[in-house]
C-alpha cells in the first residue's frame, strides 16, 4: 500500500510492484486481497481515480497537465481510464462537481 502511494504516478502495472516486493504478481494480489480485499491492480486503479477526482475538484490543473503528472502518455487515455473506472469523462465530473 505504502508503495501504491509512493509510486502510482510512475508505476501502473502489478508486475512492476511485485518486482519491487521481490514477489510474484500472484502473491502480491493474494496480500493485497487479504489486506484491503480487493485485486492489487484494483488497489492501483482506485488510487488513481482517486488523484484523478482530487486534481480535478481542486481546478488548479487541466485536464491535460493532470494526465501528464499522473504518467498517461495521452490525455485521451486517461480521459478513457477515468470513464472506464467511473461511468463519466472528467469533463462530466468537473460539471457535477460545481
Known sequence: ?????????????????????????KTLNQYTRRAVDMSAKQFIINRSILEIK???STKEMSIGEISDELGFSEQTNMTKFFK??????????????C
Open 54 to 56: 482530487r486534481c480535478l
Open 84 to 97: 472506464k473506472y467511473t461511468g463519466m469523462a472528467p469533463s462530466t465530473f468537473l460539471e457535477e462537481r
Open 1 to 25: 500500500m505504502d508503495l501504491v502511494e509512493d509510486h502510482f504516478k510512475e508505476i501502473h502495472s502489478v508486475k512492476e510492484y511485485a518486482e519491487l516486493l521481490h514477489v510474484t504478481p
